[in-house]
């Protein structure tokens, strides 16, 4: 993360609401500096605005919409929806910009600001850097005068013409008529349009975690904690279970038996489907350094590549804009299917999967289970003063894991973008090296620490 980037994170501005930066100065700050940076050209400026279902936003939404009427933008609200709604609505509406409240699968006391340009796709680290430098700036003389001042409204359709652009997504001449989901919205900003658009498909729906009231979103439920999910699952007799997080941009499968289907499997599933039938670009699948090596083997098996980035959804978007491809995703539940969206979008990603159930007739457990994860172990280490990040004992920590792990498996170190904290990551075909080398690892972290 560059270092000039202050506010933004991996995801956007995220915090603890009435704390910075969550806070109703700042966000207005940033609608203004926003407001100012997306306006080019002599047309009247539009901004889609959309949140969660998180009690704190009210408070940012009507904190931004001061800053981006001020700047002279009009704002067009639509109320709790999807973030890949908010992408894709920015697209159709033309809009030169999207904004969407959320602080994602984070308890209710946080909360967040995700940005999308004119293309619905999120903003790179240098025009974060740009906003943040405006942001420091005075604004004053740079504001609308009085008769350029921006205009609110509301697009009371917003939620339909998601639904029908999720529907879409799903391949022609297919129903899943017969077919009993259950569907946990996490009380998250997916409550009303997941359920409909499974409904209108033709499934009979079992809903959970629909009742919003402000502060339970993501409250042991939605795709971070998917026990309450499994458990209806065996409970109805359904057929396939869907998890999404507060923002419905990531997603988590249980199949009918109850037991949980991660990214990784989800990924593999839809790259199988889709390069049986022809529509995977280029043979490459984008991934980040967190995907299990089970799923990179796997690939490379069916004749496929998997491309690793940093992690954060946005870094797997932005190689897979480069080199064309149209699948990628993370194995926390983030997948981006570009032929339908612009960001990770979990309803999308979960009619995929229920495509390839409806065309084999075969039972999740077995669709789902594309291959043998290799066993993997993450510990998260605390460190205090600067990072151990580069020093000559972790370095040749690293380098002598790594010497231990060629040609069995593969090790990922890295820093936390909000804690003080080293990510340790390891994964091998043998249970017992994985702990060695990660036992190894933050035993030189430690040694630092405590030094």
Not at 305 to 319: C, F, K, P, S
Request: hydrophobic residues 40%.
């Amino acid at each position: 993360m560059p270092k000039s980037r202050k506010l933004f994170g991996t995801d956007g501005i995220r915090g603890t609401a009435n704390l910075a930066p969550m806070t109703v100065d700042i966000a207005q700050r940033l609608g203004q500096a926003v407001g100012l940076y997306f306006q080019q050209g002599a047309h009247r400026h539009r901004v889609v605005l959309g949140k969660d279902t998180r009690l704190s936003g009210y408070m940012i939404e009507c904190a931004l919409v001061s800053g981006f009427l001020s700047a002279g933008m009009d704002v067009t609200l639509v109320g709790p929806l999807p973030t890949p709604a908010i992408a894709m609505l920015t697209r159709s509406l033309r809009a030169d910009l999207g904004v969407m409240i959320s602080a994602s699968h984070n308890p209710f006391e946080d909360n967040g600001i995700k940005l999308f340009g004119p293309n619905g796709f999120k903003l790179s680290d240098a025009a974060e850097e740009e906003i943040e430098a405006l942001m420091r700036e005075d604004l004053t003389g740079r504001l609308a005068q009085p008769a350029l001042v921006g205009r609110a409204s509301r697009l009371n359709d917003a939620a339909g013409r998601y639904i029908e652009n999720a529907k879409a997504s799903f391949p022609r001449g297919l129903r899943l008529d017969g077919l009993k989901i259950v569907i946990d919205c996490a009380n998250g900003s997916a409550y009303r349009v997941a359920p409909t658009a499974l409904w209108e498909l033709g499934a009979e729906v079992v809903r959970i975690g629909c009742e919003p009231d402000g502060i339970n979103i993501n409250d042991g439920c939605g795709s971070t904690r998917p026990e309450k999910l499994c458990q209806a699952v065996v409970e109805h007799g359904a057929q396939l279970g869907i998890a999404l997080d507060g923002d419905a941009d990531r997603v988590i499968i249980s199949d009918e038996r109850g037991e949980i289907v991660d990214g990784d499997q989800i990924l593999a599933l839809i790259a199988r489907s889709w390069h049986e039938r022809g529509s995977l670009r280029t043979g490459n699948v984008v991934a980040t350094v967190m995907s299990n090596l089970g799923l990179e083997r796997y690939l490379e098996s069916q004749g496929l590549t998997l491309l690793r980035t940093a992690v954060g959804d946005r870094y797997v978007v932005e190689r897979m804009r480069e080199i064309g491809a149209n699948l990628g995703g993370e194995q926390s539940g983030h997948m981006v299917l570009s032929d339908y969206a612009t960001t990770g979008d979990g309803l999308i990603a979960a009619l995929q999967v229920l495509a390839v159930l409806v065309e084999t007739g075969r039972p999740a457990s077995e669709i789902c289970r594309v291959f043998q994860p290799y066993p993997q172990m993450l510990r998260n280490v605390r460190f205090s003063g600067p990072s151990p990040l580069g020093s000559a004992v972790l370095d040749e920590a690293k380098a002598k894991v790594d010497e231990r792990l060629k040609g069995r498996g593969r090790l990922v170190l890295r820093a936390s973008g909000t804690e003080p904290l080293l990510r340790v990551m390891v994964e091998a075909d043998d249970p017992a090296l994985v702990e060695e080398c990660v036992t190894r690892m933050c035993d030189a972290i430690l040694s630092l620490t405590l030094a």
